[in-house]
């Protein structure tokens, strides 16, 4: 028996343009076994029969009327992906027709006349290389998906830890959980009008969440206080850049390493007089200049314990009053276009419970 079982299900083409070829072939695959045998004797009917039918293997001429086989073949591989294997059949002996024909991925070639214990021994052979290239194919199918599931959990993971942090951070400041959210979704937002970057936009999305994680290092004296900070307390406070930085700063992972560029930039100022490095200008980083400038919008409309939420239009206002000092003037006319979305974010991740109580108060109630 020329064929394993495994292989009599296969798909076979024979395309000749001679009927008594074709009838040849088919005879003897069939009597060898083989219960899935198609013909053609039109060479313009293989890409379209391809597209429409599962073929494993095609037996080709190459010397036919109006599409030579070699043509055919560079079509199929250009059409389809993959590409059906080919073993070519034909009595054009040359050696430059049979290293054309191998270039352009035949799996074996043999020339008319040919024997057909030959040519059953080379379709077997050619069916094997088949069946194995599908097996690998699937399992690396197999293990591509395991791994995708697998980064997506991970990424999940990540993220949930950001955006624990994160809230972290704005709890000992007494924030609400609510800003970290609002951050995270005007900086992604802004992010992508300026940039038109889906990647980096959701990056920044994810990583502008830790921008303050550094105020877990800030004593409750200088945190919490609520008068006026003096110059030593300001000093303390500003170290909460560096302290977010080498929280976040020594790993491998892009998204960490966006993170901590935003903890350790977000408070320098286009204009060079920020900190914690006096950084002026594009020596910001991107990311960093559209956390500045979301943070900033956010902290003013919002209610904290010593003051009273500025208004949308008193915001706007100084917002753009500082473009080409604190912030990017590029940066500034792209977020005054959609203060309108930002203000929806503010919408829908509000400070206050219905009863007007933080969300941290509501939780030191239980």
Sequence with gaps: MFFDESLLDAQLLVVDDEQVNVNIVKAALKKAGCRQV??????REVLGWCQNNSVDLILLDLNMPHLHGLDLMALLQEELTPSPQIVVLTAMTSSDDKLDALSLGAVDYLTKPF???ELLLRVRNSLRLVV???????????????VKQQTQQLEITQNEILHRLGR????????????????????GILALYATEDEVFSEKVKRASQMHDVGKIGIPDGVLLKQGKLNEREWDIMRSHSRIGYEILSETDTPLLQMAAQIALTHHERWDGKGYPNGLK????????????LCDVYDALRSERP????????DTCSLIQKEAGQHFDPELTKVFLTIVDQIEEIRER???EHE?????LESLLHY
């Design 38 to 43: 198609a013909s053609l004797t039109d060479p």
């Design 115 to 117: 024997d057909i214990n």
């Design 132 to 146: 194995l290239t599908q097996a690998l194919k699937k399992e690396r199918d197999n293990l591509d998906l395991e």
């Design 168 to 187: 972290a951070a704005e709890y000992r400041d007494n924030e609400t959980g609510a800003h970290v959210l609002r951050m995270s979704e005007s900086c």
């Design 281 to 292: 200008g594009k020596d910001i980083p991107l990311e960093s200049r559209i956390v500045a």
């Design 306 to 313: 010593y003051k009273q939420p500025w208004s949308k239009e």
């Design 349 to 351: 991740h509000p400070d």
């Design 355 to 359: 009863n007007g109580e933080s969300l």
